[in-house]
């Protein structure tokens, strides 16, 4: 059985899991119009990671027999009209997430609700790699800064980025 509290941390997760998704949505229709096609793509697949987050979490609330609150998720607001300010969101972001999901892993911890701590440090392993990614393509911005080639160049590179179902394969119910 999984206590209130940590039903209300994975809870609240699950609510920012939808809203990180709102959020890289809302990004990628401003970098697609402002004619920044690659960072979009790159958006619109992380807004697709983040709903799979979302339904893993949501399977294993119900899994351990709970059921989640479903709160409102909160509008999106912030300037995202250039690469530059889009990454830095997309890293104070995901530091952010980084800091909720250490939290449920300290309760889980200090609950001994080892399953739970399993489950969740997926989550916080995942998150080196999602801040590593914001972290480089923020420097690789900043250093090149007025000279749109170089931005091009890596919008470019993120054209690529593809969907990967991080799940794929994993037991579901
Ligand atoms: Fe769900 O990893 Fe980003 O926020």
């Known amino acids: 059985m999984i206590s209130k509290k ?8 699950l609510n920012a899991e939808f809203y990180s998704a709102y959020l890289y949505l809302a990004m990628s229709a401003e970098m697609d119009n402002a004619g920044f096609k690659g960072f979009a793509n790159w958006l619109y697949v992380q807004a697709q990671e983040e709903r799979a987050h979302a339904a893993h979490m949501f399977q294993y609330i119900v899994d351990r027999g709970a ?3 479903f709160g409102p998720i909160e509008g999106i607001k912030g300037d995202f009209s250039t690469p530059v ?27 001994n609700d080892h399953a739970t701590y399993q489950f969740v440090m997926w989550y916080v392993n995942e998150q080196v790699e999602e801040e590593d990614n914001a972290d480089e393509y923020l ?7 007025g000279n749109i080639s170089a931005i091009y160049n890596l919008d470019t590179i993120l054209a690529a980025r593809v969907f990967v179902d991080p799940f794929a394969g994993a037991a579901q119910a």
């Not at 300010?85 to 609950?111: C, G, M, P, W, Y």
């Open 139 to 145: 420097t690789r911005l900043k250093l090149s800064e």
């Open 6 to 13: 940590l039903l209300k941390a994975l809870g609240d997760q």
């Open 85 to 111: 300010k889009v990454f830095d969101r997309v890293l104070k972001h995901e530091q952010n997430v980084t800091k909720s999901l250490n939290s449920i892993a300290t309760i889980a911890q200090a609950e």
């Open 67 to 69: 059921v989640p609150s």
